[in-house]
């Protein structure tokens, strides 16, 4: 194909083929296939030689008509004849008569087998004509060998893969094509119609830029990196087209040929070795070289591979909720039985860990059914293994709201649960029972995993269950004695205040806590706890619609009691020392060196330094006991969970609980951010990388969200390693 005759047409008719072969590629049946060639070859060889076959079949028929003729003339003759000669055989006359008759009849039989036998020699000229036509075109068909009717499956399914992909390289067809540095287009531009611009370099060595149009693709005047002109070229052939292969067609002549060749390898080549794979890969995240694996690497989890089990166990399902639980009831009045208590939740907690990995990878994968297949994918909940599983959403509106039950929990809210679950597996409150839970980042999802409460799955309606908390976003409260108790414990440890809230009915209820924690009984009748976000107080420095979710860590709250609690016993001790008398200790230097002293006077000096040192020794005794004392009686501080949301309070003054909650937010901007700094520069607790980041900012208190600040109180032109550390983590994240 000459390059000036490759055209748009051309181009569009390629590609449909190229696209038919990817997309619709033929199926593999070799007795069909190889019929309807031999049947194909053998129509092209006979349609020249109809008028041949017409006459053969005229012949044929006269040669048939010609035989019948010769016979009913023998019967006849034979017929006339015989009696003749049994009844008049010695009348001459009439003998003479026949005798003619037979010559006449011999001749006649001459001329017609002449004329039959050229016949029949023609027929059999055309017939072996036709034969060998046939056999010309069996020849370029090779049929697979048949055995009894058995085809060779080995010779005709082998891979023809290796010898095509060698023989499958793809050429270059042009030098180098991207966007132009004149992107984007500006506006004067983008008003008539202009999208973007693109440099280019043929095999030639000629460069161009080229617009790509709303009516197609042309060379403008512009010179990379230099003048930027977009009006239509005027020194060379602005090689208008709708496509831009049509535009390098005309503009390349060794491009047209190389995409033509390139095209026809494509067209030759395997339809399956070029069609698109069903099971996605990502290639570019695999290392180059690979890894080196040893075989002992693959000596267990080969069952899994081939079952597909997915974390279930062969021997028999496993009820993760009750081994958890009953692990929570076994003893805990020693060391030794604490002990085995903890090494108990280890191994199950390992094990429950281990089949949510599994499950909520092919969930990922689409592998296991969803228990709501009709509902959007991020909405699907699914229940295998005796783990109920479900998704958690990073969207921007899913930090609106924590407590609304409408969408899936952000990855926000699923950390604080699980921030929790931890606080409340530290405290270990009797008759308490919370879930397993756990996290599994695959693919971008999150996906939560849960062992199942017994009875919630039977039970649709939800606050049937609920015995403390609420469910309707505070229209309903429950508050069962029995639960408040527990609620009571839990608070009293993790410095939380009971609060008067009012429902729907405006009936008051007095909730440890919040109501955004449910407690529910199960059909085992242990009480559990769920849905553990606000065990915190929200963030001061984040308040407003679009903050619901800011809360403070359970780090800071402790740091801060914490820091409180030695501000007060500081403060008690310097008040004490200044009311007692000061103690003026004897300077031995006034009366005489230690060198110029006698033994004597040595004795007694080392023992009134001795008896010295015993009496500070036990006044500094006497203070950390007394700094101790003051610890303890330190004043509690506790926190109103429901200050700053939309609960429902009973009319009152809340100005302290807000001031406790606003002085957590200003002890992180002016303590906890200073310290740190400190310490930066001090070469204290200096991170690497993003994870050491978290782990230290979380250990201080601090949330992720006060990057920006923690970066900023570093200054200009100090610790840059540290800044340039921060703000890469930002922009990771």
Known sequence: MKPDLYNDRTARV?????????????VLNLSNDISDSLSAAINSVMKPKDSESTQAETSQSEITNSETEKEKIKEEVKMEVQPEKEENKEESKTTENKEENEVEAK???????????????????????????????????????????????????????????????????????????????????????????????????????????????????????????????????????????????????????????????????????????????????APENGTRYHSETFKYGNEEAISGFFGLDSKGTRDWNEEFQVCKDLPKENIFQRIQRDRAYYKIYFDFVDAAKKGAVAIVNKSIQALNPMDPEYQQVFVYNQIFFSFAVDAK????????????????????????????????????????????????????????????????????????????DGKTIHNNEEFNEIMQKVCKQLSIKESKILDEANKVHNIPGSIDVKGIRGTDKRKYLLDLVRLTPRDSNYLGKNYTSCLVRPELIRIYNKTKDIEYATKKIEEDSSKEPEIKEDDLEKDKKFSEMTEEEKKEAIEKNKKQMEEKKQRNKAKLQKFDEYIREAPQFSYNLNIFTNVKLVEGDYKEDEKQVRNLGNFITETIIPRLVKNFENGENIPTDNEGVSELMHSQGLNIRYLGKLTNALGEGKLLHIKTLLERSMVVR
């Open 107 to 285: 001749d006649k039989e001459n001329t017609t087998n002449e004329e039959s036998k050229k016949q029949q020699e023609d027929y059999n000229k055309i017939v072996n004509d036709i034969k060998s036509s046939i056999e010309e075109a069996k020849k370029n068909i090779t049929p697979p060998s048949t055995n009894k009717q058995v085809v060779d499956l080995e010779k005709a399914f082998s891979s023809p893969l290796p010898a095509e992909i060698e023989e499958f390289k793809p050429l270059k067809c042009l030098d180098f094509i991207g966007f132009s540095v004149f992107n984007p287009v500006p506006s004067s531009c983008n008003l008539k119609g202009d999208i973007f611009y693109l440099k280019l370099k043929t095999l030639e060595g000629n460069e161009y830029v080229i617009t790509s149009n709303v009516r197609g693709f042309y060379i403008n005047n512009s010179y990379e990196n230099t003048s930027f002109d977009p009006s239509i070229s005027k020194r060379a052939n602005p090689c208008f087209s709708h496509s831009l292969v049509g535009l390098l067609a005309q503009l390349s002549p060794r491009f047209s040929e190389n995409l033509e060749e390139h095209i026809n390898r494509i067209l030759k080549t395997d339809p399956f070795s070029i069609s698109h794979s069903t099971v996605e890969s990502s290639e570019w995240l």
């Open 397 to 472: 509106d899913t930090y609106k709201d924590v407590s609304s039950t409408d969408s899936n929990p952000s990855f926000t809210a699923t950390n604080h649960d699980m921030l929790g679950l931890r606080t409340l597996q530290v405290i270990d409150v009797d008759s308490l029972h919370i879930i397993a839970t756990c996290h599994i980042n695959f693919k971008g999802y999150r996906v939560v995993a849960q062992s199942i409460i017994p009875g919630i799955l039977t039970n649709t309606d939800q606050s049937s269950l609920t015995e403390f908390g609420s469910v309707d």
């Open 14 to 26: 390629h590609y449909k083929r190229f696209k038919e072969i990817l997309y619709s590629p033929g």
